[in-house]
């Protein structure tokens, strides 16, 4: 029962680089997000996806991008890294959207240098 | 859509103790509602979720909630604190396409 997981755990890159953060889920959830955690301001939407080829953009899009061609899976990728996105990034996934529970995987901690 | 502001940034208690942690919403119709709790290095995971049909919510692990229309409160309380309460614990809102958190709290449990 491996629920939702996220690789890699740690990552360390350098402004300016391509990276791609997984996420994969095993209950067939509809909807799956992308939230990044920062001191003082708690979780904030990155995107969500209400099923697969579908996505939208939460509160803070900007630099980042998500597919989602098979509904278990929901990269983010940060096309040109910045420090401001040194951030804990989690993804939760549920069944029936934002009024239900979410499923939170174990977070990406992530360091741009 | 449905903010939630948490009245604490942090919170100390002693062990075997009551534990309140405070959260106002904002909202002009009825909200769903949520505390979540992150333990150091964790996830988060649901602790209760109000969605109107009772203004008691009971969670895991002894937590429970009151929402109060009259003051726009959902605060979460535990009757005699443990120390495995120590975690960051977010209230959340509904913002009509995803949750809306507030800042959390952090609890302390002092032995």
């Known amino acids: 029962d491996a629920g939702i997981t996220q690789s890699p755990r740690y990552k360390i890159t350098e402004t300016g680089r391509q990276v791609t953060l997984m996420c994969h889920q095993t209950w067939s959830h509809s909807y799956m997000f992308w939230y990044r955690q920062d001191l003082g301001h708690g979780l904030r939407l990155i995107y969500y996806?209400?099923?697969?080829?579908?996505?939208d953009k939460g509160e803070v899009p900007d630099g980042y991008v998500v597919s989602r061609s098979k509904t278990e899976n929901f990269p983010l990728t940060l096309e040109s890294a910045t420090r401001s996105q040194t951030s804990v990034y989690f993804c939760?996934?549920?069944?029936?959207?934002?009024?239900?529970?979410?499923?939170f995987g174990p977070g990406t901690r992530l360091t741009v240098l | 859509a449905q903010s939630v502001t948490q009245l604490d940034s942090h919170v100390s208690v002693s062990e075997g103790t009551p534990v309140l942690l405070r959260c106002n919403y904002s909202?002009?119709?009825?909200?769903?509602l949520f505390w979540y709790v992150q333990h150091p290095n964790k996830g988060l995971q649901l602790l209760l979720k109000?969605?109107?049909?009772?203004?008691l919510v009971k969670g895991i692990n002894g937590f429970e909630a009151e929402f109060k229309k009259s003051e726009t409160s959902f605060h979460l309380t535990k009757p005699s604190a443990h120390m495995s309460d120590a975690a960051e614990y977010f209230c959340?809102?509904?913002?009509?396409?995803?949750?809306?958190f507030g800042k959390g709290t952090s609890l302390l449990v002092t032995p």
């Open positions: 996806s209400a099923a697969a080829d579908i996505t």
């Open positions: 909202s002009s119709y009825s909200p769903s």
């Open positions: 109000y969605t109107s049909a009772a203004t």
């Open positions: 959340v809102g509904n913002s009509g396409y995803a949750l809306n």
């Open positions: 939760a996934s549920n069944l029936a959207g934002p009024t239900d529970t979410q499923y």
